[in-house]
């Protein structure tokens, strides 16, 4: 069974700080990787997606796939209350579904 | 951009009745959209994948008879909870993607509460 294993948190992280959240995965064929924040009571909202070994940046995030160690990471610099959310790695193999992690709740504290 | 509404954002009903929850994208066709349910601090599941014209795939404990997938257009798929009861109250969640193994983006999120 493919997985997506996530830190559950809390991530404590102070205003100004780097925030970086690590996600590993299970299947080595995984293609796709994808990084959503979700609010509290809110539904999920993509961030990054990343295909590729290798850092994409995005304003101040950035993600970061290594298929040799099967991890991809977020970092979130300059961090901001307004980012304090649980983040959700996801992963996908070939045509099969996404694979959620159960989301890293992260705080960052002013 | 990529935009997903869904309707209603909230919804209280009585056991027994039906509730249906409509999911738009609104600025692009989506081959293919989600429908996940997630229970207060607890991960996405996957109730079902529906492509547009044809019939929803529903994941391994989801009932296709009690929750019914319409995806009739490219913009439009809509989820149909029959004789719903307590337990059904959840969070239930749409997602569109332009293709089956693209980005998703998800809707707002349509909140279910049964009395």
């Known amino acids: 069974q493919k997985e997506v294993e996530q830190n559950s948190g809390p991530l404590s992280v102070p205003e100004g700080a780097i925030a970086s959240l690590n996600c590993t995965y299970s299947?080595?064929?995984?293609?796709?990787f994808f990084w959503y924040r979700q609010y509290s009571g809110k539904s999920p909202e993509l961030i990054m997606s990343?295909?590729?070994?290798g850092d994409k940046e995005d304003g101040r995030f950035t993600a970061q796939l290594n298929k040799a160690s099967q991890y991809v990471s977020l970092l979130i610099r300059d961090s901001q209350p307004s980012d304090s959310a649980t983040y959700l790695c996801?992963?996908?193999?070939?045509?099969?579904?996404?694979?959620f992690g159960t989301g890293t709740r992260l705080t960052i504290i002013p | 951009g990529a935009v997903v509404s869904q309707h209603p954002s909230r919804v209280i009903c009585k056991s027994g009745t039906s509730v249906k929850i409509e999911c738009r994208s609104l600025?692009?066709?989506?081959?293919?959209m989600f429908w996940y349910r997630q229970f207060p601090k607890q991960s996405l599941m996957l109730m079902a994948t529906?492509?547009?014209?044809?019939?929803?795939?529903?994941e391994q404990g989801v009932e296709k008879d009690k929750f019914l997938i319409n995806h009739a257009s490219l913009t439009l798929s809509t989820l149909t909870v029959t004789s719903a009861h307590p337990e059904d109250s959840s969070f239930y969640i749409c997602?569109?993607?332009?293709?089956?193994?693209?980005?998703?983006?998800f809707g707002p999120g349509t909140r279910l509460t049964v009395t």
């Open positions: 997602s569109a993607s332009r293709s089956p193994y693209g980005e998703q983006y």
């Open positions: 299947d080595r064929g995984s293609q796709s």
């Open positions: 996801a992963a996908q193999f070939g045509n099969e579904k996404l694979t």
């Open positions: 600025d692009f066709q989506a081959t293919t």
């Open positions: 990343i295909y590729s070994n």
């Open positions: 529906s492509n547009e014209g044809s019939k929803a795939t529903y």
